[in-house]
């Protein structure tokens, strides 16, 4: 019994070190919902987020989403992203004065 005692504590002890699941999030600040399209894994759906409201678990894998009269844009698990006056933008994850490409807000995106 104890050799299966010890594998089952090192399956818990891996488990406990296996990193989270990321998946990006949209958070709606406007009191307007906001439809949108996500392409990922070759599948394409219709997402809306409803006013005051915010979605978890987007683009586990990463994806492209598509509000109606923009370009679409590529997102991935870790972004998070609001919509604040009909503006989207990502939330930075980077410390001030930092450069680089996350967490770059995106001022000329529109969701109407």
Do not use: H, R
């Not at 070759?42 to 994806?63: D, F, Q, R, W, Y």
């Amino acid at each position: 019994m104890k050799p299966i005692t010890l594998l089952a504590g090192m399956a818990t002890a891996m488990l406990m070190l296996a990193p989270a699941v990321q998946a990006a999030s949209l958070a709606n600040q406007d009191s307007t919902d906001y439809s949108f399209t996500v392409e990922e894994n070759g599948k394409s759906s219709t997402v809306t987020v409803p006013a005051k409201n915010t979605l978890e678990n987007i683009c586990m894998n990463g994806c492209v989403i598509t509000f109606p009269d923009n370009d679409p844009m590529d997102i991935y698990a870790d972004d998070k992203m609001f919509i604040e006056e009909g503006n989207l933008f990502f939330e930075s994850t980077e410390e001030p004065g930092e450069k680089g490409e996350e967490g770059k807000e995106d001022e000329g995106k529109t969701t109407d």
